[in-house]
């Protein structure tokens, strides 16, 4: 089964934009339905259209202008590690706007709020990830509100 993170976000792009800066981020491959790829790693990203809106942005407190979703292949284990420091790379890069990053659609793992990333204390899975352990090092990590659980 593969893993997956979505990220919402108050970023004030336009898909374009944001498919632009996240394929940047990530050194990934933009495909002509605007999806992204990288060994071991698919993307998409755009712009919600009013309406759209997910509800989980709400329950964190800011508006839903943004989704970027990453899957990560079932099969390429080894390169899980750096995959996953580029996605919270491409997370870091879309601040200061408000987000947070869901682990499978409710497990809040990361949080931007006024422009200060916070991790997750409970999530030391990424503690074994040196490239994510230093990224995560960096910024606060403390108890995130878990509306979604």
């Known amino acids: 089964m593969a893993t997956e ?12 934009s944001l ?9 990934a491959t933009l495909s002509q339905d605007g999806s992204m790829f990288r060994d071991g790693l698919w993307v998409s990203a755009h712009r919600v259209e009013p309406g ?12 839903h202008r943004a989704t970027v ?15 996953t420091a580029l996605m919270v790379g491409t997370v870091l890069s ?30 030391g899975d990424w503690d074994d990830m ?6 995560r090092r960096a910024h606060r990590v403390t108890p995130l509100p878990q509306p979604l659980l």
């Open 52 to 63: 759209g809106e997910a509800t989980a942005p709400r329950l964190f407190g800011f508006p």
């Open 130 to 135: 040196p490239e994510v352990a230093a990224l």
């Open 19 to 27: 498919r632009s800066r996240v394929a940047a981020v990530l050194g």
């Open 94 to 123: 879309l601040a200061p706007a408000d987000g947070v990053l869901l682990f499978n659609g409710e497990e809040a793992v990361v949080r931007i709020v006024e422009g200060e990333a916070i991790f997750a204390a409970a999530w």
């Open 5 to 16: 993170y979505t990220y919402y976000s108050a970023v004030d792009l336009d898909t374009e």
């Open 69 to 83: 979703s990453f899957r990560f292949s079932s099969t390429r284990h080894d390169l899980e590690d750096h995959n």
